[in-house]
């Protein structure tokens, strides 16, 4: 696959991860629907922090999906995926859709920057830091 691409990939993939965050689920947790506080009852999460968390997810993914940003939000958004993966095993709910979300970030952002899988791969730092800034 040609480098332009995979660059275009990245993107595509980045941002149908950043509309899924913002969307079906940072949304879910500011509008009612039938099942939700059972749910996060469930989960152990009380209604203020499901808005928090609703927050802290849209502007995880803001970060994630913008240019200068992309990096230290694919770090954010690990963060959190990490803490969904915890909650869902806490409960014994399936917890693979997070995992999966999260290596999916992480190969989107190395197809928009390809220093992220040459870090990935071990390639030394100064390798990666003489090489050209890219601005997606």
């Known amino acids: 696959m040609q480098s332009s691409a995979k660059h275009k990939l990245g993107w595509g993939l980045s941002i149908l991860i950043a509309l899924f965050l913002i969307g079906p689920s940072a949304v879910g947790k500011f509008v009612e629907w039938e099942g939700k506080s059972e749910m996060f009852e469930k989960l152990g999460v009380t209604i203020d922090l499901i808005q928090k968390i609703g927050v802290l997810e849209i502007i995880v993914a803001l970060l994630y999906v913008l ?19 915890m909650t869902h095993l806490r409960v014994g709910d399936p917890f693979v859709f997070p995992i999966i979300i999260g290596v999916l970030a992480w190969i989107a952002l190395g197809l928009r920057r390809p220093a992220v899988f040459s870090l990935a791969a071990g390639a030394p730092v100064s390798t990666v830091e003489s090489a050209p800034a890219q601005v997606d």
Request: glycine share 26%; net charge positive.
């Open 67 to 85: 240019p200068r940003t992309g990096f230290i939000g694919a770090i954010l958004l690990t963060g959190y995926l990490g803490g969904a993966i």
